[in-house]
């Protein structure tokens, strides 16, 4: 399934996000069993701060991420997730036997038009890829000015 043109003309930005993450995780630990390099990191116990720079406390848990950004330029947010999940199945073991871990895809989704029915519309096999791994799915999905 590939989106239209038009339907593909009011969305600025997709990203997608896997995020595996649980109390006393090593990040390096699962960079090293699933053979990939994140996108970012969380160690528990680091600072946390926001997007001004101020301390907001520290990370209860150690978390693993790796995004689609900058590697998918695709508006289609099945694109993403094929991006991502090309690359997590493989290793699907070390996420879903962690006992006690979160694994969970957070989707961004940038439009200049929202309206019932035009956010984004994921295909049955990133469901399956998602269903596959555990994982959740949340959605950040923006209305932005368009370009002038």
Avoid at 30 to 47: E, F, H, R, S
């Amino acid at each position: 399934m590939t989106i239209s043109d038009f339907y593909a003309s009011h969305i600025q930005k997709v990203r997608v996000t896997f995020c595996f993450s649980k109390v006393e995780l090593d990040p390096a630990a699962v960079t090293a069993a699933v053979g990939l390099n994140p996108t970012d990191v969380d160690y528990q116990g680091d600072v946390r701060r926001n997007f001004a720079g101020d301390v907001v406390g520290t990370n209860d848990r150690g978390s693993w991420y790796l995004s689609s950004e900058g590697a998918v330029e695709s508006k289609d947010v099945n694109d993403h997730f094929r991006y991502l999940l090309e690359h997590l199945l493989p290793a699907r073991d070390t996420f879903v036997q962690a006992s006690g871990g979160e694994t969970y895809f957070d989707v961004l989704w940038k439009s200049t038009y929202l309206y019932a029915g035009t956010g984004p519309l994921i295909d049955a096999a990133s469901i399956a890829g998602i269903a596959a791994l555990e994982a959740g799915v949340g959605f950040d999905i923006y209305q932005v000015d368009e370009a002038v």
